[in-house]
């Protein structure tokens, strides 16, 4: 597995979207190349900063009365009744021009109690107008919205895979490096990992690697990028006032190519100036800040030769 398809894994790892076997083969990945743990650390540190940037989702305006409604109703679900013709409510015997409170009565007659919140149109009195007969067309009825756990779960649901698609977008985007500094700063990728992906992306990448007491160095580089990368493992643990400096040692001269420090016996570091064909890539342990003097003041940890 190379670094590109270790970064896809460790993206869908922080969101929670590896199946099993994909899942055991990001942590061997990672069990295999600890120097890899930073890639996987921005990502979770990214989807938790995402996930808190996620605002809260409020429910409908309509909801409680929505929710009241269906309380109400008839839990046996009937068909609703067509409304009964306008003759039902008007006795024969009773005069039509009568003074009548109408509400009050209409409200009565379908079975409602006078408090509810329920208009009732007044009965017209049955005419020798053919159009009184005429069928009136049922007022419609307000939609009643989904519940809110409903609509809190599509939006997880959307929010989720709106997360992944973005972060497997950015990692293709690192990988053809595009816009590599804006996507570096976004995923807080340290820089030595990011020029290490570009590297291996790289046609002309070259690779050396060789052994050390307690450990191995591989160094990566890319002459069309200008970019040379050290991947070590099993560092020495230094007291607070020593650091681990970088060398191109070329014939007999050694040229400072940088400090760096190790995350435990770990480290990727990208090396400063530029390297040249057969150079040698040397390691050594020096006062904080580096060699006073410009020149290596122990002998070398180890050293890669890449010619």
């Known amino acids: 597995m190379n670094v590109h398809e270790f970064a896809e894994l460790s993206a869908g790892h922080a969101l929670g979207a590896l199946s099993p076997s994909d899942e055991q083969a990001y942590l061997a990945a990672l069990a295999e190349h600890p120097e890899w743990a930073g890639i996987a650390d921005a990502d979770t540190e990214t989807a938790a900063v995402l996930a808190e940037g996620v605002a809260p989702v409020s429910p409908p305006l309509g909801m409680r009365a929505a929710l009241l409604r269906a309380i109400a109703a008839d839990p046996g679900g009937d068909a609703e009744e067509s409304p009964a013709p306008a003759e039902a409510f008007v006795d024969d015997e009773v005069d039509a021009t009568a003074s009548v409170d109408v509400e009050t009565d209409a409200t009565v007659a379908v079975g409602i109690a006078p408090e509810a919140s329920v208009l009732v149109e007044p009965v017209e009195p049955v005419g020798p107008d053919p159009e009184a007969s005429a069928p009136v067309a049922p007022e419609p009825r307000e939609p009643v919205s989904p519940p809110t756990e409903v609509v809190q779960a599509i939006e997880r649901r959307n929010w989720s895979r709106g997360l992944f698609a973005l972060a497997a977008s950015m ?15 976004l995923w807080r990728t340290p820089a030595a990992v990011t020029a290490l992906e570009q590297i291996e992306a790289a046609p002309d990448a070259g690779v050396a690697q060789t052994r050390f007491e307690g450990g ?10 200008g970019k040379v990368v050290l991947v070590a493992d099993g560092l020495p643990t230094l007291p607070a006032d ?12 050694p040229i400072s190519a940088g400090t760096f420090t190790a995350d435990g016996s770990a480290a990727t570091a990208q090396l400063t100036g530029t390297m040249q064909a057969g150079d040698t890539i040397a390691v050594t342990v020096e006062p904080s800040g580096g060699a006073p003097d410009g020149k290596p003041s122990t002998t070398p940890l180890f050293a890669v030769s890449t010619a």
């Open 171 to 185: 990692v293709l985007l690192v990988g053809i490096g595009w816009g590599t500094g804006a996507i570096a700063n």
């Open 216 to 225: 191995t160095a591989t160094v990566h580089w890319s002459e069309s990028l």
């Open 242 to 253: 020593r650091t681990f400096e970088l060398w191109y040692v070329r014939g007999e001269s």
